[in-house]
């Protein structure tokens, strides 16, 4: 578990995406701790997460489509918060973050912007609990698996989140230009050989899908 979450913010953070300060620490008995940051401006994160779980509608527990609304009605430049949403749920597919639920998302209020905090758990969950037949954790137009190049780009990127062109070509182009070196990323790795196979076999099948 700690090289799979620090390995998936490094590559998170080779993709685009802000992420806070994190590393790894040697026990004395050999294993690996991970450690991450948590930003002064979320305050109380994990009671906060836990509020805005408690208090949605089952239905916004389980959409990208409600997290979206909430997006554009809490954040002071929705446009640019919803431009980082897009990156991170594509990014979050692509490296078989499954279990992904609402309290891993959050909002930051730094004096008069409120804006997306940035991600303080990704993972792939493949690794950890097996093939679940989900490939996200909320629901994307009623459905959490089978995704193609249209579901990401068409229907979330321009008609959901209503991006402009330039921006969703503008993600797309940064996620193609990390394939490279996110496969050095994972080779390098404290991942056991089967580990990064299993690994890189979600990313390049997904990959595939995107039809880059």
């Not at 620090?6 to 690996?32: K, Y």
Request: charged letters at 20%; proline letters at 5%.
């Amino acid at each position: 578990i700690p090289e799979n979450l620090d390995l998936c913010l490094r590559l998170a953070r080779g993709a685009g995406i802000e992420v806070p300060f994190h590393g790894m620490v040697h026990n004395i008995d050999g294993t690996l701790t991970t450690f991450v940051a948590i930003p002064k401006t979320l305050g109380d994160w994990a009671n906060a997460s836990l509020r805005q779980e408690e208090t949605a509608s089952p239905t916004s527990k389980s959409s990208v489509e409600a997290l979206a609304h909430w997006i554009q009605s809490e954040c002071t430049f929705p446009r640019i918060e919803k431009s980082k949403l897009f990156l991170r749920l594509l990014f979050s597919w692509l490296i078989g973050f499954e279990a992904q639920a609402l309290r891993d998302f959050n909002l930051q209020t730094d004096g008069p912007k409120t804006a997306l905090a940035p991600p303080l758990i990704l993972f792939n969950s493949q690794l950890l609990f097996g093939a679940t037949g989900k490939e996200i954790g909320l629901s994307l137009h009623n459905r959490q698996q089978d995704f193609d190049r249209s579901d990401w780009v068409t229907y979330l990127g321009s008609e959901l989140l209503d991006l402009p062109q330039e921006a969703v070509a503008f993600t797309l182009a940064q996620i193609k230009k990390s394939y490279g070196p996110w496969r050095a990323i994972v080779q390098d790795s404290f991942f056991s050989e089967e580990l990064k196979e299993q690994f890189l076999d979600v990313i390049v099948a997904r990959f595939s899908r995107l039809r880059f």
